[in-house]
């Protein structure tokens, strides 16, 4: 695609950036929808000053830009304005510059949520079970409570890290319960969604042990990594008649909400797409 003055940017802020299957992801539309655009990898240090960082980009032609570890937090305090989701979660994954403002919102609730669906619309009514405390926790339990889930429940290697996020859903319908680690498996019982965002079963890392003989029949399993794709705890639980959803789900449907903020246009969703990513992936 030639330079032209006019052709659009955006890209990703993070540190390190260079794993980030991002720029696969937009780039990819932007060719497919024959975009005057292009998508990069943007390294920002920590140390660096947050908001001139956004600044030069707005000047450089950026439009947005999506933001991902350490900076979720640093985008939320330097935006001008900020969507209630990610005003509601103190992190911001998705910048708009807009109007010579920088505006936040964050879209991982909304695409977990977009990739359960693509799974199975049978979940909604039923008790989950979210494992972690992180930042993707933030949002999934935020999303769960707004998506109509009554009964949540909370399991966390250190329990005292979990139990402020039970004021995220302080305001809706749901109740979120905290679990001790080792009562996780009990927790589990007659529960049609668990979620695992911890570290555990990702690549050169511990294991998740984890049972589901309690989960209710046709429940979901979603493990939010992605490398592996296929982890041990989705292994055991096709193995089981269960429904599997990995991590890259969350990943292409958050990346189509950023693309439609900034380019105006809802980007195809596809298994062409989830083609490309699991073989840049070397997943078979």
């Known amino acids: ?49 947050f908001r001139g960082v956004l600044e030069v980009m707005a000047r450089a032609g950026f439009v947005g830009a999506n933001v991902t570890i350490p900076h979720k937090e640093n985008a939320y305090r330097a935006a001008d304005r900020l969507h209630p989701a990610a005003e509601k979660l103190g992190a911001v994954n ?3 510059f807009q109007d010579g403002e920088i505006i936040g919102s964050n879209t991982d609730g909304a695409g977990f949520v977009a990739a359960l669906d693509e799974a199975t619309q049978d979940w909604r009514d039923k008790p ?4 972690g405390a992180g930042g993707a926790t933030r949002a999934i339990l935020a999303a769960l409570a707004e998506a109509g889930v009554k009964d949540i429940r909370l399991s966390n290697r250190t329990r005292a890290r ?12 749901a ?22 965002t911890t570290s555990l079963g990702m690549q050169g890392g511990a294991a998740l042990e984890m049972s589901l003989d309690g989960l209710a029949d046709g429940a979901v399993v979603n493990d939010i990594v992605y490398a592996p794709l296929e982890t041990d705890l989705l292994k055991a639980a096709r193995a089981a008649g269960l429904v599997a959803v990995d991590g890259l789900g969350m990943l292409i449907n958050q990346a189509a909400l950023s693309f439609e903020t900034w380019f ?10 989830r083609d490309r990513l699991v073989a840049d992936l070397g997943e078979h």
């Not at 655009?37 to 660096?48: E, L, Q």
């Not at 989950?128 to 494992?131: E, F, R, S």
């Not at 979120?176 to 007659?190: M, S, V």
């Not at 105006?264 to 797409?273: C, H, I, K, Y």
């Open 175 to 196: 109740t979120c319960r905290i679990i001790d680690w080792q009562a996780r498996e009990d927790a589990a019982e007659h529960c049609g969604l668990l979620v695992n």
């Open 162 to 173: 979990a139990e402020p996020l039970v004021d995220l859903i302080a305001d809706s319908d």
């Open 1 to 49: 695609m030639s330079e032209t003055p006019d052709r659009q940017r955006a890209g990703i802020i993070g540190w390190p950036v260079s794993h980030s299957r991002s720029p696969l992801i937009h780039n990819g539309w932007i060719d497919q929808l024959g975009l005057n655009a292009h998508y990069d990898s943007c390294p920002v240090s920590p140390d660096a000053d």
């Open 94 to 96: 998705t910048l708009h």
């Open 128 to 131: 989950a079970l979210i494992l």
């Open 264 to 273: 105006g246009v809802r980007p195809p969703v596809d298994q062409a797409l």
